[in-house]
């Protein structure tokens, strides 16, 4: 390998440059790119759909799958904001399905009081 700082060619063993002493070891092993670290809630939005709130669910969704597509073509504000919007609605989906399901239990509950008086 070459050094990046200098170019001397080196061992594609070393750790430091011959010529100069750079580190050769960080140039091997690049940071991973912006691209892998945006997440896209795809798992998220799903069980939001199937267990909280079905409408809001599949718009989390929809941006969900918005956000991959734009790393694609190399957006990442747009890739940003996608999960950003994705995120949002799985956790309304969440607040609202929880809230629905509160508001069921507290029938059956009601249900029960009334029926054994
Ligand atoms: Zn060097």
Not at 46 to 69: H, M
Request: charged content about 10%; overall charge positive; glycine content about 8%.
């Amino acid at each position: 390998m070459y050094c990046r700082k200098c170019g001397t060619r080196n061992e594609e063993s070393s750790i430091h440059c011959i010529q100069c002493g750079e580190r050769l070891e960080a140039a091997a092993a690049p940071q991973p790119p912006v691209a892998t670290r945006i997440p896209n809630y795809l798992v998220q939005s799903i069980l939001a759909t199937i267990f909280c709130c079905l409408p809001l669910g599949i718009v989390a969704i929809i941006y969900a799958a918005q956000v991959n597509g734009k790393l694609e073509a190399g957006d990442i504000p747009a890739a940003l904001s996608a999960s950003k919007n994705a995120k949002m609605f799985c956790w309304i989906a969440f607040g609202l399905g929880l809230a629905g399901t509160l508001i069921y239990l507290s029938f059956i509950i009601l249900g029960m009081v009334i029926g054994n008086q």
